[in-house]
Nanobody, 118 residues
């Protein structure tokens, strides 16, 4: 069974770049038809899909975040990474990585809290 685990700093200063890594075990990120997403939930708000990297390496981004977001992968480590630039306190959230197939998010990491504060 696939497992996902987020890692990265829990505190980021305003204007800096947030960088998180999702390590996948029990399945390959290059397996056909799987998409690997980043999703966040700000305090008191709903889930927000940020973007994804496909099994092929193609990337997809939320239009509202596209200018600040980059998702990449390291197939040798079976990891994919989120970078969000020019962060503000409004980027404070719990960040999740998840696997998507056939439109469904079937597997999630436990989530990691990221706070943007000076």
């Amino acid at each position: 069974q696939v497992q996902l685990q987020e890692s990265g700093p829990g505190l980021v200063k305003p204007s800096q770049t947030l960088s998180l890594t999702c390590t996948v075990s029990g399945g390959s990120i290059t397996t056909n038809y799987y998409y690997w997403s980043w999703i966040r939930q700000p305090p008191g708000k709903g889930l927000e899909w940020m973007g994804a990297i496909a099994y092929s390496g193609s990337t997809y981004y939320s239009p509202s975040l596209k200018s600040r977001t980059s998702i990449s992968r390291d197939t040798s480590k079976n990891q994919f990474t989120l970078q969000l630039s020019s962060v503000t306190p409004e980027d404070t959230a719990v960040y999740y990585c998840a696997r998507q197939v056939a439109g469904l998010f079937g597997s999630w990491g436990q989530g990691t809290q990221v706070t943007v504060s000076s």
